[in-house]
């Protein structure tokens, strides 16, 4: 099954709404500060950012604000509400920089070198974004130089040492809680 399909799933849809609701909560923000989350990606202004799994959009606002009109956040979420409520808020704050699609991440469909900088924040591991799929799609669609920024919930696992052992990007360190790889050339 597509993941698209599953994210069409009434079932699904309704099991993740407590989850999406959550996403947005005050509290939240308290434990996981976006603001120095996206500090730690190195999400600056005019940049071209793809969110992998955008959820709501907890951090896609703030990242939409920070990377301001000269840039372009592009946020894929496969679940049809999140999708619909992201797109809401978007709406609500005026963003024009910011496009939601519903697809799935290890197949964007997005050109080839067209990204600064990817943020794969709470969405590692996870079944459906399989790393040995993943991995070249993200090295695809970055720019000569761009990076991958990993920030996992709630502790880091197994997921950065593979990435930085991988032939598609170099490690390039931990900060505020979040892991960057640039990307390789060695893995094209």
């Known amino acids: 099954m597509k993941v698209q399909d599953l994210g069409k ?13 959550a996403m947005e909560s005050r509290l939240r923000r308290i434990f996981h500060d976006p603001e120095k989350l996206l500090d730690g990606a190195g999400v600056k202004e005019g940049q071209v950012v793809l969110e992998v799994g955008s959820g709501t959009g907890f951090f896609t606002i703030p990242a939409a604000k920070r990377i301001g009109d000269q840039g372009r956040l592009i946020a894929i979420e496969p679940l049809a509400t999140y999708a619909a409520r992201l797109t809401e808020r978007i709406e609500v704050e005026g963003l024009m920089n910011v496009q939601v699609f519903r ?3 290890v197949n964007t469909k997005l050109a080839s070198d067209s990204i600064d900088r990817v943020l794969l924040f709470g969405v590692l591991p996870f079944p459906s974004l399989p790393l040995n799929r993943l991995l070249p799609e993200m090295h695809r669609v970055l720019t000569t130089g761009g990076v991958v920024a990993v920030w996992q919930f709630p502790v880091d696992g197994w997921v950065p040492g593979s990435i930085g052992r991988s032939a598609w990007f170099d490690y390039l360190g931990k900060h505020q809680g979040v892991h960057t790889y640039r990307r390789c050339d060695a893995g094209s």
Do not use: W, Y
């Not at 799933?9 to 609701?21: D, E, I, Q, R, Y």
């Open 103 to 105: 697809r799935d991440a």
């Open 9 to 21: 799933s009434t079932f699904l849809n309704l099991l993740f709404k407590p989850a999406g609701m």
